[in-house]
């Protein structure tokens, strides 16, 4: 079972609609959350770090977390085409300290004009 | 502020051959890791630096190996070159732990 789990896509949307990303993990000690985007050729790039259940919002994206479903999601907000990339989901679970992100395998996102 | 480095952009090694990639983490981090990016198979973790210490480890085997230097620069070691470590590496750097990690712009490895 993949621990960190995304719609692979691609999600279609058209400029200026709502783009909802999803995104389900598998361990209850999680503690931290990123959504990364990556265009093709090209590094992640983090996007929005979540800590608390409850919404976060910066500029056009709102990321949500609900720790009780184990689920993160990453809303924006007037797609616009230069939003078109994939859109990784991380994780870090680690127990004994530091940082060890698993990331799920993206979300491929077109908006269209 | 400069962002994390990491040298070089493009390597090309023959099988059985190690090479060394470097890291310089964004002024101030202290926290350095290292990814794999394969189509196949995604991001996957390596291992984590802290204050030079190894503080987390993937499940890759004992080819893979890494170190951090006082000033927080790390490198990340293959050795003994298999066609299946050709890849994307690349490296993040974090003030600590749970803290946002920033990513450089990789180094694509390719074994032929």
């Known amino acids: 079972q993949k621990e960190v789990e995304q719609n692979s896509g691609p999600l279609s949307v058209p400029e200026g609609a709502i783009a909802s990303l999803n995104c389900t993990y598998s361990?209850?000690?999680?503690?931290?959350f990123f959504w990364y985007r990556q265009y093709s050729g090209k590094s992640p790039e983090l996007i929005m770090s979540i800590y608390s259940n409850g919404d976060k919002e910066d500029g056009r994206f709102t990321a949500q977390l609900n720790k009780a479903s184990q689920y993160v999601s990453l809303l924006i907000r007037d797609s616009q085409p230069s939003d078109s990339a994939t859109y990784l989901c991380a994780v870090n679970a680690v127990t004994g300290g530091g940082n060890k992100l698993t990331f799920g395998t993206g979300t491929q996102l077109k908006v269209e004009l | 502020k400069a962002g994390v480095t990491q040298t070089p952009r493009y390597l090309i090694k023959t099988r059985g051959q190690q090479v060394t990639l470097s890291c310089s983490p964004i002024?101030?981090?202290?926290?350095v890791s290292w990814y794999q990016q394969t189509p196949g198979q995604g991001l996957q973790f390596l291992f984590e630096?802290?204050?030079?210490?190894?503080?987390n480890k993937g499940n890759f085997p004992g080819r893979f190996s890494g170190r951090q230097f006082s000033n927080s620069r790390s490198e990340m070691n293959v050795s003994t070159l298999e066609l299946g470590d050709s890849a994307l590496y690349l490296c993040?750097?974090?003030?600590?732990?749970?803290?946002?990690?920033?990513f450089g712009n990789g180094t694509r490895l390719t074994v032929t």
């Open positions: 630096y802290f204050s030079e210490t190894q503080r």
């Open positions: 993040a750097s974090g003030w600590d732990q749970d803290s946002p990690l920033h």
């Open positions: 361990d209850r000690v999680s503690q931290s």
């Open positions: 002024s101030g981090h202290r926290s």
